[in-house]
């Protein structure tokens, strides 16, 4: 199912056409998956694991997931995840996939009011556009009047996720529905997205995956390196600059404005859990203790399989 909407349209139009139109229910935890869009390969191992992990969580927690909705960088991995779970015939999993219509493909597939329509999901390799990921269930295309551009979804999408953590799944606590930032690769915006949620009242989880390269892998030495307080040794932060710069391409102005937000991100250093026990930590879904895992069902089913302490390490920032 999908809809187009204006970028500026109400979370919580977006919310009621979700749960009374796609006849949603709502689930007990929101993961909101960010990374690269362009397309990079996992290790294979890497990628096993991740998939396994993500598919678990849902799973077991009832969970959405939250996507770029595009069938390329960390999305494409998400939809290799998804479409292996359903090769083994088990439960659909609620994948919404939240693009900008303007970068869409094959647009004029999906015009139409209230019918059916067959999507090609085959990209023109030279269109600047890019197909759907088909393996999602649901997508929300952000329409800003713009073609080509990313940008018009990611309001839409932030407020999206607030107004759902709003929304009382417990109702004798008065628990909201709990929200978890899942970080795979990524450019330098990712970085920014991190800190984002960290500044969130209340502050958003954020999974870091170390090994997948990029923005995830800058974040993971800034919080291995970093002292209290977001302060990091002067030879450590000059290769942390040159490592910025190589990485991005950027100049060096450019790198230390990047540095500069990666540190505020690790100010949260007391809240920022890295998993050192051979089985991850058990909590409720509804706990955000900084040294409990907060992708844990009820059942105490854990996410990720032990294995994924060593290869690859992830990080808890909160």
């Not at 359903?86 to 015009?111: F, H, M, Y």
Request: net charge positive; hydrophobic share 40%.
């Amino acid at each position: 199912m999908y809809v187009r909407v204006s970028f500026d349209t109400k979370p919580d139009l977006l919310l009621h056409l979700m749960t009374k139109e796609w006849q949603l229910e709502l689930p007990k935890l929101l993961i909101s998956v960010h990374g690269g869009l362009q397309n990079f390969e996992l290790q294979p191992k890497l990628k096993q694991v991740f998939g396994k992990g993500l598919i678990k969580a849902a799973m077991t927690t009832g969970a959405w997931i939250f996507t770029g909705g595009v069938n390329t960088g960390v999305i494409r991995h998400v939809g290799d995840a998804l479409k292996d779970h359903a090769s083994k015939s088990r439960g659909k999993i609620c994948t919404i996939g939240i693009a900008p219509w303007g970068i869409v493909e094959n647009q004029e597939d999906l015009i139409g009011r209230d019918v059916v329509r067959p999507y090609q999901t085959m990209s023109n390799p030279m269109s600047k556009l890019t197909v759907l990921n088909s393996m999602h269930s649901h997508f929300i295309l952000a329409d800003n009047g713009t073609t080509g551009k990313y940008g018009a979804e990611v309001k839409l999408r932030r407020q999206l996720e607030k107004h759902i953590s709003l929304q009382k799944i417990n109702t004798r606590i008065g628990q909201g529905v709990p929200v978890v930032a899942l970080i795979v690769e990524g450019g330098p915006n990712v970085i920014s997205i991190v800190l984002e949620y960290l500044r969130d009242t209340p502050p958003v989880p954020v999974v870091v995956c170390d090994g997948s390269g990029r923005a995830s892998d800058i974040l993971a030495f800034g919080h291995k390196y970093s002292e209290e307080g977001g302060l990091i040794n002067e030879s450590l932060r000059d290769q942390l600059l040159v490592t910025i710069q190589k990485t991005f391409t950027y100049t060096r102005t450019q790198a230390q404005h990047l540095f500069i937000i990666l540190m505020e991100c690790m100010k949260k250093k007391e809240l920022v859990c890295k998993q050192r026990s051979p089985r991850v930590a058990e909590a409720s879904p509804y706990s955000f203790s900084p040294s409990k895992h907060f992708l844990e069902s009820h059942t105490n089913c854990s996410l990720f399989p032990a294995k994924l302490t060593t290869f690859p390490r992830l990080y808890w920032l909160l």
